[in-house]
């Protein structure tokens, strides 16, 4: 199942009347990619899948693939694979009924379709299940048969609509490992929907941070966790502070204390402050690092970490999360008690703000 | 109490022990769960039970004494084929119901949901005039001068008129008519419960529409099907003012032999008896179809 395409996706927009359900997106796909939309509900993100699945008639613009333009083309010509969020198995048809569903409709001979089933199945791990009825099945199993189903038939693409939401916690990461692994081997371009940020950090080669039916950041999982475009960013992947900073000059302060940082945005409106990044300031870590001086507000204990709210001198609230580990609960002072932080140049981000 | 039992070790519990008194309400909440359903089963068993019951009674006396006699008389083919024509004109009604029924049930089911109201109303509105009025306007409408035979004679399309009453075609047309809404009303609720993300599913995969439709929309709804098929049918067998009235005497249905027997003879034991046997092949056409489709397991859980 190798020989995947790439997807190119150009100024592509969907209008509700006057919203804007998507605006205008640009978005290259690379062959083999897994590409991961990610946005709050109502986005545009799901939209921007069913688009190109072919269920949403586009207002403008162009989905092409290898050079074919399939903005006009019915879902059934497009050869993409897809799972959707309820699974969307035939509940008239087993387990391997379904799955050669999209060969029957290829007219497939029978051979070579139970051969392939059968490889699909043993792609997933549920070949035993073959002759099953689908509504005897978990929620899991269901999300594997669903994806044999969607990949039988070697589609161009693979499209996924939050196919794991349905899934309790251990079993979704389960499944994120697995859908990862899978992909790797069929190397399948993919394109994946979800609101799950961690996720979306998790599966993918890139992620595209899609908010008011537009592209807000495009990047490798590190870039947008460490060098998010703006605060809808910051705020949206992984946990963070964002702190209003004010320019002065060429630099930027925040409270009055100038800031030494090594990346900045032309338009910096807030700090962003990761609360793994902080730590405990240390002599000697004048050159590198920025300090900050506060009051410890509130302790938490969450098992793995400490989650540790800090009331700056400033009057702004910080959140630091380190390790819960003996020299960490041994240097942390009870509330009330004085600390200093540390934040190195290189975690002091600066963003614009970004529509929320 | 004293000091002994304050001491006693942890293990020890006898004290504290209420299995029995758990055990006691778990009875208690049973009971009481069967003493709120005692009314409806009062009901059933006064309502159904009974009746049946005295019908079978009825049925087994001659003259005031036990005999098989009203079973004995029919065992005769002129018994046999009011049976078999109640049985084919039941059938014939069924399968003409789901061909008109289904595609406006379809209909119905993809439209929105004010609109599929609107036409609800429709479909409903006959259901709430009186069936003799519907039989009598039918009698107008299809006899010999009536509007369909005038209005096909008028636009040229027949030269002479076509004999639609007072025989089989009146009485199926009759029948349909009244029939349609058992048919539409549960296909309706069924077709309307049925996913359409499915027809998506099978549209990525490769399904045209019209494909996604037979291979998928149509297996899910056959169990709606089904429920309207049987609706109609049993409602069919017990039909007695229609084909009276639109068969012109041609058309007899085992309710209208009931009805002779019963009103024209004075004799409840054979119109009883005729009752127990065409209760009791429907029971058993009902229990041989359920063998044979196994409704249920084929196309639960969607």
């Known amino acids: 199942m190798n020989g995947s395409t790439g997807l190119s996706i150009s100024g592509l927009s969907k209008h509700y009347g006057s919203f804007r359900a998507l605006d205008a997106i640009d978005l290259a796909i690379g062959a083999g990619e897994f590409m991961t939309l990610l946005g709050p509900s109502g986005s545009g993100k799901t939209t921007l899948l069913m688009t190109i699945a072919g269920f949403t008639r586009p207002t403008k613009g162009h989905i092409r693939i290898a050079g074919r333009d399939l903005a006009a083309v019915p879902p059934h010509k497009r050869n993409f694979g897809m799972v959707f969020q309820h699974y969307s198995l035939f509940p008239h048809l087993n387990v391997a009924e379904n799955v050669a569903y999209p060969l029957r409709m290829r007219r497939m001979s029978r051979t070579d379709t139970e051969q392939r089933v059968a490889h699909a199945l043993d792609l997933v791990q549920l070949r035993h299940l073959s002759d099953q009825r689908v509504g005897n099945l978990s929620g899991g199993q269901k999300q594997r048969?669903?994806?044999?189903?969607?990949?039988?038939?070697?589609?161009?693409?693979?499209?996924?609509?939050?196919?794991?939401?349905?899934?309790?916690?251990?079993?979704?990461?389960?499944?994120?490992?697995?859908?990862?692994?899978?992909?790797?081997?069929?190397?399948?371009?993919?394109?994946?929907?979800?609101?799950?940020?961690?996720?979306?950090?998790?599966?993918?080669?890139?992620?595209?941070?899609?908010?008011?039916?537009?592209?807000?950041?495009?990047?490798?999982?590190?870039?947008?966790?460490?060098?998010?475009?703006?605060?809808?960013?910051?705020?949206?992947?992984?946990?963070?502070?964002?702190?209003?900073?004010?320019?002065?000059?060429?630099?930027?302060?925040?409270?009055?204390?100038?800031?030494?940082?090594?990346?900045?945005?032309?338009?910096?409106?807030?700090?962003?402050?990761?609360?793994?990044?902080?730590?405990?300031?240390?002599?000697?870590?004048?050159?590198?690092?920025?300090?900050?001086?506060?009051?410890?507000?509130?302790?938490?204990f969450q098992g793995d970490s400490l989650q540790i709210r800090i009331r700056l001198a400033s009057g702004q609230q910080i959140v630091m999360r380190r390790p819960a580990r003996r020299t960490v609960l041994d240097r942390i002072g009870e509330g009330g008690a004085e600390i200093a932080l540390a934040l190195h140049s290189d975690d002091t981000v600066l963003v614009p703000d970004g529509a929320a | 109490m004293t000091a002994q039992s304050d001491t006693a070790p942890a293990g020890n519990a006898v004290p504290d022990d209420n299995t029995r008194q758990l055990a006691a309400a778990g009875r208690g909440e049973t009971f009481r769960h069967f003493a709120l359903t005692f009314p409806a089963l009062l009901l059933i068993v006064v309502l159904v039970f009974g009746p049946v019951g005295w019908l079978f009674w009825l049925s087994l006396i001659e003259d005031g004494q036990f005999s098989l006699a009203h079973y004995q008389r029919m065992w005769t083919a002129a018994y046999f084929e009011i049976f078999s024509q109640t049985f084919r004109i039941s059938l014939l009604v069924t399968g003409l119901a789901i061909l008109?029924?289904?595609?406006?049930?379809?209909?119905?089911?993809?439209?929105?949901?004010?609109?599929?109201?609107?036409m609800m109303i429709c479909v409903l509105l006959p259901f709430w005039t009186s069936l003799l009025v519907r039989t009598y306007a039918w009698m107008v409408l299809l006899q010999r001068r009536g509007l369909i035979n005038d209005a096909l004679i008028g636009t040229g399309v027949i030269e002479r008129p076509l004999a639609l009453v007072n025989n089989l075609t009146g009485t199926v047309i009759g029948m349909l008519h009244i029939m349609l809404p058992f048919m539409i009303?549960?296909?309706?609720?069924?077709?309307?419960?049925?996913?359409?993300?499915?027809?998506?599913?099978?549209?990525?995969?490769?399904?045209?529409?019209?494909?996604a439709y037979w291979t998928v929309f149509f297996p899910l709804s056959l169990p709606g099907v089904f429920a309207g098929a049987i609706l109609v049918f049993v409602l069919c067998l017990g039909v007695y003012v229609t084909p009276a009235l639109l068969g012109g005497g041609k058309v007899v249905m085992v309710s209208m032999k009931i009805q002779q027997n019963a009103a024209l003879y004075f004799d409840w034991g054979a119109a009883s008896s005729l009752g127990v046997i065409l209760l009791a092949i429907t029971v058993v056409l009902f229990w041989l179809l359920s063998r044979l489709t196994r409704i249920e397991t084929m196309f639960g859980g969607g």
């Open chain 2, 185 to 211: 009303l549960p296909l309706f609720a069924s077709l309307r419960t049925i996913d359409l993300t499915y027809m998506r599913s099978a549209s990525n995969l490769g399904a045209s529409p019209i494909r």
């Open chain 1, 145 to 300: 048969i669903a994806l044999a189903r969607a990949i039988v038939f070697e589609p161009d693409v693979l499209l996924m609509d939050e196919p794991l939401s349905a899934l309790d916690k251990n079993l979704r990461e389960q499944m994120q490992f697995e859908i990862r692994s899978l992909h790797d081997r069929l190397g399948i371009t993919t394109v994946y929907v979800t609101h799950d940020q961690r996720e979306a950090l998790t599966m993918s080669d890139r992620i595209a941070v899609i908010n008011h039916g537009r592209i807000a950041q495009l990047g490798t999982p590190t870039d947008l966790y460490n060098r998010p475009a703006d605060s809808f960013v910051a705020e949206f992947l992984g946990e963070s502070t964002l702190l209003p900073i004010e320019r002065s000059g060429v630099d930027y302060t925040l409270s009055g204390q100038p800031l030494r940082h090594d990346h900045s945005a032309p338009d910096a409106r807030y700090l962003m402050v990761r609360p793994e990044k902080l730590e405990f300031w240390e002599p000697g870590l004048e050159p590198t690092h920025n300090r900050f001086n506060g009051t410890i507000e509130q302790k938490v």
């Open chain 2, 100 to 118: 008109v029924g289904y595609p406006l049930a379809y209909l119905m089911s993809q439209l929105p949901r004010r609109i599929a109201g609107l």
